[in-house]
């Protein structure tokens, strides 16, 4: 249990720092300003627009979404 906590504690410290850089530099943290998220897929194409922004890549708009995101699940 202890090994755990310990990812677990790390993983968040690292998500924090990343998110703490992105927001200094003004980028959105998913994908890391470029408005645009790779991945691979035999049903997609290889190129999407990151929707954690809405393809602005901006982190004021990553922010908006979080928070309506948030605020979605209270309900």
């Not at 998110?19 to 194409?45: D, L, Q, W, Y």
């Not at 393809?55 to 605020?71: F, M, N, P, R």
Request: with cysteine.
């Amino acid at each position: 249990m202890k090994l755990f906590t310990f990812l677990s504690d790390w993983f968040h410290a690292q998500h924090a720092k990343h998110v703490n850089k992105m927001k200094a530099e003004g980028k959105c943290p998913a994908c890391r300003g470029t408005a645009h998220i790779s991945f691979i897929s035999p049903f997609e194409g290889h190129s999407v627009v990151c929707p954690s922004c809405n393809g602005s890549g901006l982190y004021s708009d990553w922010e908006e979404i979080q928070e309506a995101v948030k605020k979605e699940d209270r309900m």
